[in-house]
């Protein structure tokens, strides 16, 4: 694995055979002072989380579970809520630019692969008061067949890498081509391209879909992404619908 990340900026890297959660240790490793881009790699994770107090499944020998602990410049301050999305740009990115694989964004950040999960994404920004402390993000993505939960422990359903391929991938490979694909859009967050590659990887465009959130429930059909990465819907009246990021979850109609 180190041999495939020489070049990255990632540093340092720590690896695990198994742990608690890549992003409770790289959150302790911050604590600590770690700098922008310090990376924790699990090859089995006991306690994945997802948002909220969902949980993230990393079964050995499987997927790719790992965290980056980030420390935004002054001018990404001014897109922290754009992070999220950004990772799922990278998976997006990876997947197809290196395996031709049809990968989608399943707003506001799951990666989807002919419309099933295949890829979850934890961002936690951490505060003292009103001072951003650092970011922690942490990605998990099913590789082997064996790292797709069965289908009754999931809300939404899976998929895994080589299942989409048809043959078997290095997991060491896929963490480089991900990370190379961060480093290049974390360069541009925010701009225009930001948001017209999102634009274009946006699973489920003109059609109906369900968002339940904490303001309650919209059905609309997916029309785009306001700046502030907010899904715009246009509802049966006509009338246009932004829904912010926040506890919510997306379902096609
Ligand atoms: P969402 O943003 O869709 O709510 P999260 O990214 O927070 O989901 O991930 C948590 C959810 O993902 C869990 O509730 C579970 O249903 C599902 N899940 C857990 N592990 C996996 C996995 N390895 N592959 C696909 N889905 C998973």
Known sequence: MRAALAGLPVSPIHYFETIGSTNDYAQSLAEQAAPDSALVVADEQTRGRGRLSRK??????????????????????????????????AVCRALREWLHLNAEIKWPNDVLVNRRKICGI???????????????????????PSSVPASGDLV???TCVENELGRPIEREELLAAILTAFFAERARLGSAAFFETWMRWLAFKDE???????????????????PDGSLRLRAENGAEIEVAVGDVSLRAE
């Open 56 to 89: 993230w499944v990393t079964f050995p020998n499987a997927g790719l579970a790992f965290s980056l602990v980030l420390r935004p410049s002054p001018g990404e301050m001014n897109a922290l809520g754009l992070f999220a999305p950004l990772w799922g740009l």
């Open 122 to 144: 934890l961002v936690e920004a951490h505060w003292l008061g009103s001072n951003l402390q650092y970011v922690i993000a942490g990605i998990g993505v099913n590789v082997a």
């Open 156 to 158: 939404f359903p899976a």
């Open 208 to 226: 109906w879909v369900r968002v339940e959130g904490a303001s309650g429930s919209h059905h609309g059909r997916v029309v785009g992404i306001s």
